[in-house]
């Protein structure tokens, strides 16, 4: 028996939700947002997991690099193909939207996100702050001359 798992992220929960080959629900929880209670609860679940499903987002990078280090297969899901899949939905909650995108990785109906390595977000995170500081001195430099 083969299990998918689909977690719906926010800031500070996330929901969990395990179904099986047949789309039956295994197991359902919300938990805080932090990678080790997400491994603690799949490790948990005691079976194996073939893949985990997560909406594409700020913090998904971040979860999706520590499930992998820690032995699963996490994919990042492109937003605008989740929001058309979970779209049927009556009530859209973090509940339904972890059933929904744990239906969604089942099924295979995703489209992947590509996640950059860890080295290229930090040289982005550089550049990014790099950028800041010179415009911040250029307002100080404005500022000075205009007095």
């Known amino acids: 028996m083969e299990y998918f798992a689909g977690l719906d992220v926010s800031l500070d929960t996330i929901s969990i939700c395990i179904v099986n080959n047949d789309g039956d629900i295994v197991m359902e929880k919300k938990i805080g ?19 985990i499903g997560l909406e594409a987002g700020s913090t998904s990078s971040w979860l999706s690099s520590e499930l992998c280090s820690a032995g699963y297969t996490a994919i990042c899901l492109e937003c ?30 995703f489209r992947q996100v590509h996640m950059k390595s860890a080295e290229a977000q930090r040289i982005r995170m550089l550049l990014v702050n790099r950028q800041q500081l010179l415009t911040k001195a250029l307002d100080l430099e404005n500022s000075v001359r205009a007095r």
Do not use: C, S
Not at 33 to 51: D, Q
Not at 83 to 109: H, S, Y
């Open 33 to 51: 947002a932090e990678p080790t209670t997400i491994i603690a609860v799949l490790k948990y679940f005691g079976r194996p997991i073939k893949r």
């Open 80 to 109: 605008r193909h989740v929001k058309a899949g979970l779209g049927a939905m009556r009530n859209k909650t973090d509940r339904n939207d972890a059933r929904g995108i744990a239906q969604l990785v089942r099924l295979g109906w």
